[in-house]
Structure formats: C-alpha cells, structure tokens
C-alpha cells in the first residue's frame, strides 16, 4: 500500500506511526536518511520504512524499501492513522438559511449558522460553531474545522482545509487619514480560494478593497497567517506560521515564505522566490531569488554580513578601550 518493497516478517501486527527513538515493537518507524541512522540501529521498532540506498543498514530486520520516503510517510498515516468517520448528517442545532443548497453527504456540526443564499458542495465538513456567510459559494469535500468564519463574498474551492479558528474574507485594513482622524476605506471585494487550499488555525484572509483577494490551488498556510486586501497569491505556495503579507502583495507560483516573514504592501515576488524566516521584503523579489534578514537581501550576502559582524565582536572591547585612552590622552 505505499508502493515498496517488503524484507523480513510479512505479518507483523503494526498499528501506529512513531518516531525511531519512541517506536515499540507495535511500531512502524521511519528512517528518511543517513542522520537517523544511529537511531534505526538501536530502536526498537516492529518495522522501518526508508530508501533503497539504506536497505542493508542495522536495524530491525523488517523493513519497508521505498523511492520516496516522505511520501509513503504520508501514506502510511492514512492506513495507520485513519480520520475518526462520522454518519452524513445536518445538526439538529445548525441553522441553516433560505435558499441555501446543500450537496450529497454533508456533516454540519453543532451550533453552525449559515446565510441565505450559501452554496455548499457534495460531502462538505462542517465542524461546529462555524459560521458561513450570505451567497458563499463551498466547493466539494470542503472542511472547515470548529470556529471558523467564512464572511460574504467568499468562494472556496474543491477540497478547501480551512483549521479551527481561521477567518476568511474578514474587512481588509483600509483607512482614509486626514486632520481629523481615521476613516474606514469601504472594502467590497471578495476573497477566492482555489482548489486544494490549505489554511492553518487562527489565520485570517483579508476581502478586496476593490478586487478579490486570491489564494491560487494547492497553496498551503500555516497558522496564525495574516494575508491583506487585495492580496494574490500564485499555486503551491508554502507559507509559514506567523507570516504577514501586506495588502496587494503579487506572490508567483511555488514561492516560500518562511516564519514570521514580513511582505510589505505592493510588491512582487517571483516565481520559485524564497524568503527566510523574520526575513523584512521592502522591495520586490525576482523569480528564483532566496532573500534573508532585514532589509531582506541575496541570502549569501546576508550570511556573510552576519559572519563579518561576529568576527569583528571580539574586537568591540578594544576598539572601546582605544577610544577611552583617546579621550584620557585629549584631556
């Protein structure tokens, strides 16, 4: 079932996933490359999955022989780890608004309230206290998980994840400044979500000001994300946690944004671009580039900035001490 090749005992009772160092003897454990080879050699797993180029290594004699380990990793947690199932059925709590349609197989939790108008796909989860607004469009094998809030004008993809507490299509930060204060820009673009889309827990999505604010198929969010108005991000993007990208951020396909990254507003960055953890982007990234630090820059010359600055660390007692000396001798 992950697609490898079987050495040792073929009927071992194997019932979880675990770690080499935590694994017993009901485990399947995994070795994914040459670093975790002290590990395989002395766990005491039932079983291990790893390459072809490790297959004669010490370790259990059973064992598992794949091309690609990370992904029969994914795999195996399926067969192993299996999602808690549940009967297609609507909640005797939910509220559900006129001229809503619902598909086949739906799973609305406890406590849900969706708007008038709403459009929900075949075999859509729904976990409890969601909250879906008016005309939503959900597109098949949705699942959004406790709490979530998708607001109107929202359109959400096949196969959307959208994690506890994520917020989709919220008002965007948009304030007209004068003399007298702060006034609220009206936002009334929506926010688009294509299909295959991921959003991590506590992550929020900002609506258009004036168009839609886009996340393209199979990009991935981790939590606490903040995405602004206007925003487009391009296919397969990984964003990690805490990352905030500012309003009409043009973002390319494949990008990497790593933690706690900031975009500032009304940049581009490339296709294939990667951006480092607390990397600063205050101007536009090219395809392809990796930046890091602050103001973000090539990632080669920010790592030999940093080691140029704790080279000359040892050196700051003494040029104080000259300085010192200078001031003595002028008095």
């Not at 079987?6 to 675990?18: E, I, K, S, T, V």
């Amino acid at each position: 079932m992950v697609g490898g090749r079987l050495y040792g005992q073929g009927d071992l009772p194997l019932r979880r996933l675990r770690s080499l160092e935590l694994a017993e003897a009901d485990a399947l454990a995994i070795c994914l490359g040459p670093k975790y080879l002290p590990a395989m050699a002395t766990t005491r797993a039932g079983a291990v999955l790893l390459p072809e180029a490790l297959r004669d290594s010490a370790g259990p004699s059973t064992r598992i022989v794949v091309a690609d380990p990370a992904q029969a990793v994914a795999e195996a947690a399926r067969l192993l780890h299996p999602r808690a199932g549940s009967v297609p059925q609507i909640d005797v709590s939910a509220r559900i608004g006129a001229g809503t349609t619902i598909g086949e197989s739906p799973r609305i939790g406890a406590f849900v309230v969706v708007g008038a108008n709403v459009t929900i796909g075949h075999r859509v989860r729904i976990g409890p206290h969601v909250v879906i607004e008016d005309g939503v469009i959900l597109g098949d094998d949705v699942r959004l998980d406790a709490g979530v809030v998708v607001h109107a004008q929202a359109f959400l993809g096949d196969r959307v994840w959208c994690q506890t507490r994520s917020v989709i299509g919220s008002e965007g930060f948009g304030f007209h400044s004068d003399a007298s204060g702060h006034r609220r820009s009206p936002q009334v673009g929506g926010c688009l979500l294509g299909d295959d889309v991921e959003v991590g827990a506590g992550s929020c999505i900002d609506r258009g000001s004036l168009d839609d604010t886009v996340i393209g198929r199979g990009t991935k969010l981790d939590n606490l994300v903040h995405v602004g108005h206007n925003a487009r991000l391009g296919e397969h993007c990984l964003v990690m946690a805490g990352t905030g990208i500012s309003g009409s951020v043009i973002i390319g396909d494949r990008v990497i944004l790593a933690g706690q990254a900031g975009i500032a507003g009304h940049l581009a960055i490339g296709n294939d671009a990667r951006v480092g953890a607390q990397a600063g982007v205050i101007s536009s990234v090219p395809a392809g580039a990796s930046v890091s630090g602050y103001p973000a820059r090539p990632h080669r010359e920010f790592l030999r900035a940093m080691a140029a600055l704790y080279r000359l660390t040892p050196h700051v007692d003494a040029l104080e001490a000259l300085g010192r000396a200078e001031e003595q001798d002028d008095g």
